[in-house]
């Protein structure tokens, strides 16, 4: 069996690393996938997998949160993931030749491999968590800094080759100028692009940096030098590192890599450590950039050195620019995509809400009794809702005796039954009556969600004036009546559903799972107080959470007459929906 040969070994590593990162990074976006309760070994495996982290770059622009189960995604991330792909690609249509996608991505994995090493390393010192592990909390650490040394290891071993497998481009054929042969200088666009890529670069590591040490270090740091002395500082100190660093390695940064161009000494030979000190100290004489704008960059004549091409063997520099549109592309068809399939994912949770409010509405007037209070509303413009609420006081055959009961936010908040219901008891003697027809109450809803949405409102003038009212809610004189509010999710898969109580006092007296394990820690029976503006006064708390896992629960209440309430809690995620 004949022995792999390096350009294999590439290919082999290229598609494996940037087709399991991606998997990596897209599985958390297919949330629709059922974990069911594998969760634990899917997240070792993604972190196995993923070989570069730039989480540390959190930030809005660059991170897709996926609240359903829990998981960001770092765009950054897959960015680098397709473009390690279409580097493979261009690798093999240019027959081995064309690397420089490649190496650049192996350079950012060596960059942050090695942040990730120091961060596991400081990170329990700083705060002193060593004297708190356990044997198992060291052995996992131990395996941890195996994986990230294998993926240093890796990248270096990587870009040496490459390296090795490169040579310069000359100006002339070496055939016809015998022992005076100039290598070809890159150019000032390749120059400002090394200063534009290789600073975002090291922007990024003290950005890492500084997720290491903590915000009171960085506290601490700009109290002594201020914000912006601070960040002259760590961009100086980074810059420094860093370009020491890789040009005594590899002489060339990232930045570099994508040009194919590579730092050497005045001779021709490789540059020493000396002078790659000398060149990036340079770097910091007041002005020095502007120095490109003559013949040479002072950071080039006072270390003796120079920039010079790697002979092009691979595809032209400028084809790269398809990526870029290519990208955007992708980019926008993401975006796209995302807030096509957000929306409707808005439109069938607001649509499964609708229709069980019409159901609930339709049911309490096919049962109408003198304990209903009926929530009207008239919109005469888009700025203007008038709120009216109907008692029920008598029905005889389709004639119904309603008290009227007009909102004013001064006296109580037309949005909270409690608070309506109270005004009602303390007033009703004089509240002003009028006869309905029950006939026109049917007809006073709308009974699909689209054209409710659309405009196309079933609207009835029911009070024998010209104004058309619509249907909004009907409720149960003094019961409770929960609305929900937020879900949030702890660590150890805890979740926690806040309610609102907008009804009468009662008591929260069971909780039994429908669908679902979830363990719920309630102590009951609970007292549920009675409605309150702006408060969340019901909360229903949890361990046993499992990110995709449909749960459903059964929640019943018991009032103050002894009455019982159930409601239906169900939900993915974040996602859910209160029935009653």
């Not at 990074?25 to 196995?48: M, R, V």
């Not at 704008?293 to 091409?309: F, M, P, R, Y």
């Not at 006081?393 to 389709?398: N, Q, V, Y």
Request: with cysteine; glycine share 6%.
């Amino acid at each position: 069996m004949s022995k792999l040969t390096f350009d294999k070994k590439v290919m082999i590593l290229v598609f494996t690393t940037a087709f399991l990162g991606c998997f990596g990074e897209i599985f958390p976006i297919l949330h629709f996938i059922q974990i069911k309760g594998h969760l634990d070994w899917i997240a070792a495996y993604l972190h196995l997998v993923k070989t570069i982290n730039l989480t540390f770059l959190y930030n809005n622009l660059f991170v897709y949160n996926n609240f359903d189960i829990g998981i960001t995604v770092n765009l950054l991330n897959l960015a680098l993931y397709l473009s390690l792909i279409a580097g493979g690609i261009l690798f093999i249509v240019s027959k081995q030749k064309e690397s420089r996608l490649i190496r650049f991505f192996f350079s950012i994995v060596l960059i942050q491999k090695i942040i990730t090493f120091l961060f596991y390393i400081f990170v329990p010192l700083n705060f002193k968590q060593i004297s708190k592990a356990t044997k198992g909390d060291f052995v996992a650490l131990i395996v941890i800094l195996i994986i990230i040394s294998f993926w240093i290891y890796i990248s270096y071993r990587v870009l040496l080759k490459f390296n090795k497998t490169k040579t310069l481009q000359l100006t002339t054929p070496e055939n016809e100028v015998p022992g005076n042969n100039k290598f070809k200088e890159a150019t000032r666009w390749q120059r400002f692009f090394h200063l534009i890529v290789d600073t975002t670069i090291c922007i990024m590591i003290g950005i890492g940096f500084a997720r290491i040490f903590g915000d009171s270090f960085v506290d601490k740091t700009m109290s002594i030098f201020g914000e912006r002395g601070t960040s002259y500082l760590t961009l100086f100190l980074f810059r420094l590192i860093y370009y020491i660093f890789w040009e005594s390695m590899f002489g060339a940064t990232p930045g570099k890599f994508l040009t194919e161009t590579r730092v050497i000494d005045i001779d021709g030979s490789k540059i020493n450590f000396k002078k790659t000190w000398l060149r990036t100290l340079a770097r910091y004489i007041p002005f020095e950039a502007f120095s490109f704008l003559g013949i040479a960059g002072w950071h080039d004549t006072l270390s003796q050195t120079q920039v010079v091409a790697e002979k092009r063997v691979g595809f032209y520099g400028g084809k790269y620019f398809i990526i870029i549109p290519a990208f955007l592309i992708l980019g926008v068809s993401i975006f796209i995509g995302g807030e096509i399939y957000k929306n409707h994912k808005s439109y069938v949770k607001n649509k499964h809400e609708y229709d069980l409010n019409i159901k609930k509405i339709e049911v309490a007037l096919n049962n109408l009794t003198i304990d209903h209070f009926i929530k009207i509303v008239e919109r005469p413009n888009y700025y203007t809702i008038n709120t009216i609420f109907l008692k029920v006081e008598k029905i005889k055959g389709d004639s119904i005796l309603v008290s009227l009961l007009h909102a004013n936010y001064r006296a109580f908040n037309a949005d909270n039954t409690y608070e309506s219901q109270t005004f009602y008891t303390q007033h009703k003697d004089t509240l002003r009556k009028t006869f309905l027809k029950r006939y026109l109450l049917m007809k006073s809803y709308t009974h699909n969600y689209d054209d409710y949405e659309a405009g196309r409102k079933n609207l009835t003038a029911l009070l024998n004036d010209e104004k058309k009212f619509e249907i909004e809610d009907i409720s149960i004189l003094f019961v409770p009546k929960l609305i929900k509010e937020y879900v949030f999710f702890g660590k150890d898969n805890t979740i926690s559903i806040q309610f609102r109580n907008e009804g009468w006092s009662a008591n929260l007296i069971e909780l039994k799972n429908i669908e679902g394990n979830i363990k719920w820690l309630n102590q009951l029976p609970q007292k549920i107080e009675h409605g309150k503006r702006n408060f969340n006064n019901c909360e229903l708390s949890g361990t046993n959470w499992k990110p995709c896992e449909k749960y459903k629960v059964k929640v019943v209440l018991e009032d103050m007459l002894e009455q019982k309430h159930v409601y239906f809690v169900e939900g993915n995620g974040d996602e859910i929906v209160v029935s009653q």
